[in-house]
């Protein structure tokens, strides 16, 4: 599976991005994808994630009510909708995809994703 991500930007705090994460070679059937960032000097931390099987969401508590993940099965394309940002949300954002449907436990896991694409950067700076 190649990843293509894209949408990253720079943004006023408070502003909006939307990222896209695109898949070629194979579908994201039966796979989770998920969303991680890199800011400068810090480890890369799990954002969200979506389960392609039954189309579960799940989020780190601090994206929840401003970040909303979803797809599109026609484009094999999963988005980050990204809302009320905030400067420690400046980071490379990073798609992923898992090889298979992995347990609810290990989605936070950068471990579960085979794939990854080649991130994109976001700042949220006035």
């Known amino acids: 599976v190649q990843l293509q991500a894209s949408g990253g930007g720079l943004v006023q705090p408070g502003g909006s991005l939307r990222l896209s994460c695109a898949a070629s070679?194979?579908?994201?059937?039966?796979?989770?994808v998920g969303w991680f960032r890199q800011a400068p000097g810090k480890e890369r931390e799990f954002v969200s994630a979506?389960?392609?099987?039954?189309?579960?969401?799940h989020y780190t508590d601090s994206v929840k009510g401003r970040f909303t993940i979803s797809r599109d099965n026609g484009k094999n394309t999963v988005y980050l909708q990204m809302n009320s940002l905030k400067p420690e949300d400046t980071a490379i954002y990073y798609c992923?995809?898992?090889?298979?449907?992995?347990?609810?436990?290990?989605?936070?896991?950068?471990?579960?994703?085979?794939?990854w694409g080649q991130g994109t950067q976001v700042t949220v700076s006035s």
């Open positions: 992923a995809a898992s090889e298979g449907r992995p347990i609810l436990s290990v989605l936070r896991d950068p471990g579960t994703y085979a794939y």
């Open positions: 070679g194979r579908t994201f059937s039966n796979r989770a």
């Open positions: 979506i389960r392609w099987s039954e189309n579960s969401k």
